[in-house]
């Protein structure tokens, strides 16, 4: 598949001849780091710098000039370095508004009541927890953090009459919920060429006391609340960038195709998608929008009617926050909130296993759709992310991942097959900032490795190559991905 021009600046390392792309010496992008980074931080996150090497090196600002040397429990909650002051002030506000519970209407809590009267959790917190991952609930607990979509049997990708398109698993007094979930393990046994053995485990969805009539045959797709950093750099990247990657035909005969995703935003925003586990919304106004509306229950000026069908007759009766609950200018410091979330830089930079998991992570044929490096455009608010190296190892593509990964159910253009390349960075902080933390997109892998071993499809030919890597070089690679 075609790769945009790349231009990777890289600082004085001793491992750079290794690296498996082109090297110039352009100046790398300054960027305030450490001491100055605090004052760039909203109250609640107490940022936990560590001893990085200093300066950090080039290839270590995973997010380019939004990059923050942290680790610990808030490494995902800082705001990028130097942002003018108004910009510091709306991350501020966006992030109360993204913490704090919303409540049921009516209630003194200025301008934060109207939560439901259908819902899935009551704070944008709950699902991104600490701003990384959501929970999965195993346990048949609620509020926790996935979603499950839902269509007929019949009309693959529409939203189920009864239900909806969003099974709502909470609701306020005098309004039953939807269903309670259940996940029932199913296990997979494999080998790795070597002849070590390993698990996989999946689940089989099933919807317990569905309060609207029966809900048995249809079609779902449950995924997990993501970790926020680095989306408003995801956002700023060009649309011809994405295009440039894509090869529907495979038309360079490599196995990989990979398309972008054209989408009508809940915004009303027509243009590519790049947010959620299939790319489903274009802007972070849009997936803030959609998020208010099916997680929480909020109404906004664009979704002015509560998420209930017509059936649903005592969630329509419900009282109101107010017509709409959320007004355009807290939307906007919602999305902001999320556009300026730092990306942790990359640790371990120069560790021998770590730069032989890099040079490997290549050659299994990884990068060709976690993509190490791309570059920013200038459709961004946030001058700082403007025309920037980032290095975010996704290509923001939709692939068939295969059978095993595939839910069935058709969203937008992406079928059930179809999946958007992650990106990669803070994977290896995901269990840091939530030791819950799962992996792919309903969190059925309990590990890294777990992961890269249900990849299937388009990506069958590098889980192979992974396959054969001994058991030293597979512990490089997942050092590597443990350093991002
Ligand atoms: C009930 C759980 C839940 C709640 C509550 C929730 N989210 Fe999410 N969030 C998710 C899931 C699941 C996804 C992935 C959606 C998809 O695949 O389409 C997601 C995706 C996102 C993304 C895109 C991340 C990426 O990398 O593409 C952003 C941004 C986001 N949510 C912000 C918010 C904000 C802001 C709120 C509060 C207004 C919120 N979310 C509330 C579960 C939740
Ligand atoms: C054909 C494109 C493609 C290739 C090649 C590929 N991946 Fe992926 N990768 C994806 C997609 C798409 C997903 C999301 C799948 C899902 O959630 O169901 C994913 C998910 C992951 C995840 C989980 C990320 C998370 O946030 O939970 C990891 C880790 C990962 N890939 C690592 C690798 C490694 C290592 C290789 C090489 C051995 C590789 N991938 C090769 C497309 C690819």
Not at 2 to 18: E, Q
Not at 284 to 300: F, N
Not at 325 to 335: C, M, N, P, V
Request: aromatic share 6%.
């Amino acid at each position: 598949m075609s790769v945009p021009a790349r231009r990777c600046s890289i600082g004085v390392l001793p491992f750079a001849a290794v690296l498996p792309v082109a090297l110039s010496l352009a100046a790398p992008t300054a960027a305030p780091f450490g001491a100055s980074n605090a004052a760039d931080t909203a109250s609640t996150a107490t940022p936990s710098p560590h001893a990085a090497p200093s300066p950090l090196a080039t290839i270590a600002r995973l997010g380019g000039p939004a990059t923050v040397a942290v680790e610990g429990l808030h490494a995902f909650s800082l705001a990028a370095p130097g942002l003018p002051a108004k910009h510091r002030r709306a991350f501020s506000v966006g992030n109360a508004f993204f913490r704090d519970n919303w409540v049921i209407a009516p209630a003194s809590a200025e301008g934060r009541d109207g939560l439901g009267p259908l819902f899935n959790a009551n704070s944008c917190s709950a699902c991104h927890m600490e701003d990384g991952r959501g929970t999965v609930p195993l346990e048949g607990e609620v509020g926790l953090g996935v979603v499950v979509f839902l269509s007929p049997r019949e009309a693959d990708g529409e939203p189920h009459p009864t239900y909806g398109a969003q099974l709502h698993d909470q609701a306020i007094p005098g309004v039953e919920p939807e269903a309670r979930l259940r996940l029932d393990p199913v296990t997979i046994p494999g080998r790795y060429s070597d002849g070590t053995s390993y698990e996989l485990t999946r689940w089989d969805l099933a919807f317990e006391n569905p309060a609207y009539g029966p809900l048995d045959d249809v079609r779902h797709s449950m995924r997990v609340g993501q970790q926020l950093v680095g989306v408003g750099l995801l956002e700023a990247i060009d649309d011809g960038t994405l295009l440039a990657m894509e090869d529907p035909d495979d038309r360079d005969g490599d196995g990989i195709s990979g398309r972008a995703h054209r989408v009508v935003g809940a915004d009303g925003t027509v243009g590519l998608g790049r947010f959620g586990w299939k790319a489903s919304q274009p802007t972070l106004e849009a997936q803030v929008i959609a998020a208010l509306h099916e997680d929480l229950g909020i109404t906004s000026p664009t979704r002015p009617h509560e998420a209930a069908t017509s059936v649903q007759s005592a969630a329509l009766a419900a009282p109101s926050g107010g017509s709409p609950e959320i007004d355009d200018h807290k939307i906007g410091r919602l999305a902001h909130y999320c556009r300026v979330l730092a990306v942790p830089a990359q640790r371990r930079v120069g560790d021998l296993k770590v730069e032989q998991g890099r040079e490997l992570f290549a050659a299994t044929g990884c990068t060709a759709c976690h993509v190490p490096e791309l570059r920013t455009g200038a459709n961004t608010p946030i001058e700082a992310f403007r025309e920037v190296v980032i290095r975010p190892y996704t290509d923001l593509l939709l692939h068939d991942l295969g059978e095993g990964l595939a839910d069935d159910r058709r969203d937008g253009e992406a079928s059930g097959r179809e999946w958007r390349t992650p990106p990669l960075w803070g994977l290896g902080l995901l269990k840091v900032v939530n030791p819950d933390a799962r992996f792919l997109h309903d969190g059925r892998a309990a590990t890294i490795e777990e992961a890269i071993l249900w990849h299937g499809g388009e990506a069958e030919a590098s889980r192979a190559r992974f396959m054969q890597l001994d058991a030293d070089e597979r512990a490089a690679l997942l050092a590597f991905l443990e350093s991002l």
